[in-house]
Each structure stands twice: as C-alpha cells, then as structure tokens.
C-alpha cells in the first residue's frame, strides 16, 4: 500500500511564498499523475494542480495559474507545489493526491492526510 506526506504548510503573508512538498512511500507510483487539491471548511476539495507521469503535461485551476508551479522527481518519488504570490483566499488545507490524469477528485485514489496553508492579510 502507498502512503502520501505532506509537509511545508504554514503561515504567511499575503503575497509571500510557501512550497509544499508531498513524499510518497510504500510503493512506487509509476505511471501516476500527481496533483494537488485543497479544502476549506464547508466546502468541496478544489483542484488546484495536476501533472502526469512524465510532467510532460500540467493543468492548474484559474484561480492558482501563474502563481503556483508544480512538480515532481520521479526518482525521489515526491511532488511538489510552489506557491508564490499567496493570498488570503489561497488558505485552506493542501491535500497531495495519485491516480490518474484529471481535474476530478475522484480520479485519485491516494491521498495524503493534509497540510495546513494560512494566509494573512
């Protein structure tokens, strides 16, 4: 079975910058797609951003493009997601997730426990 940590969240100010980093462990994840989705109370898991296998290809929501790049090393078996620009509205708990190539939650069948982003104003 595959495990999924997150760690780099925190607090900042608006306009600073955090990177959030995901390990995975347990298993390979050969041939996944590795995203990032977030959640706020009451609310849905938003996606935010995805790559394939390869970062051949990367799909961010509207609200997060140009200000959040994602990546990942395949041969540290890790993704990571980093967050410049932050605003208040970007505070949430940050979720890594595995499987398959989409903007969908429900594509991805590996999750980490979450990490708390908090931006201030």
């Known amino acids: 079975q595959g495990q999924l940590v997150e760690s780099g969240g925190g607090l900042v100010q608006a306009g600073g910058s955090l990177r959030l980093d995901c390990a995975a462990s347990?298993?390979?994840?050969?041939?996944?797609?590795m995203a990032w989705f977030r959640q706020t109370p009451g609310k849905e898991r938003e996606f935010v951003s995805t790559?394939?296998?390869?970062?051949?290809?990367?799909d961010y929501s509207d609200s997060v493009k140009g200000r959040f790049t994602i990546s990942r090393d395949n041969a540290k078996n890790a993704v990571y997601l980093q967050m410049n620009s932050l605003k208040p509205e970007d505070t949430a708990v940050y979720y890594c997730?595995?499987?398959?190539?989409?903007?969908?939650?429900?594509?991805?069948?590996?999750w980490g426990q979450g990490t708390q982003v908090t931006v201030s104003s």
């Open positions: 790559t394939d296998w390869a970062s051949s290809s990367t």
């Open positions: 997730a595995a499987g398959l190539y989409s903007r969908r939650a429900s594509a991805y069948n590996y």
């Open positions: 347990g298993r390979t994840f050969s041939g996944y797609a």
